[in-house]
Nanobody, 124 residues
Framework: QVHLAESGGGLVQAGGSLRLSCAASGPTFNAFAMGWLRQAPGKEREFVATISYSGRSTYYADFVKGRFTISRDNAKNTVYLQMNSLKPEDTAVYYC?????????????????WGQGTQVTVSS
């Protein structure tokens, strides 16, 4: 079983930055691919970024490429999402998720464990 806890969300002006963190508990964190996904009010949950267990492979949704960076520290059982040049349309609840596979995936349904989410609000 993997428990995930996100932190770092908040209110920021457009153009600003935030860094989300996800602390994971469980003995096999470094065997799991990790992802960040988000859900805005009235919309379906969507993929944002993913990283393989080794950290060598990362993939991003087109709408965040060049602005967001996913990384992980397996020694600390933590995955990060650095978000720069934030836009009002980035406003959403951001979820950390773990996949019971070392291979990164952009499929929302491929993730097996989810955190509770952290709210990110970008004002114009």
């Amino acid at each position: 079983q993997v428990h995930l806890a996100e932190s770092g969300g908040g209110l920021v002006q457009a153009g600003g930055s935030l860094r989300l963190s996800c602390a994971a508990s469980g003995p096999t964190f470094n065997a799991f691919a990790m992802g960040w996904l988000r859900q805005a009010p009235g919309k379906e949950r969507e993929f944002v970024a993913t990283i393989s267990y080794s950290g060598r492979s990362t993939y991003y949704a087109d709408f965040v490429k060049g602005r967001f960076t996913i990384s992980r520290d397996n020694a600390k059982n933590t995955v990060y999402l650095q978000m720069n040049s934030l836009k009002p349309e980035d406003t959403a609840v951001y979820y950390c998720a773990a996949r019971s596979s070392p291979v990164a995936t952009m499929g929302v349904s491929d993730y097996n464990y989810w955190g509770q989410g952290t709210q990110v609000t970008v004002s114009s």
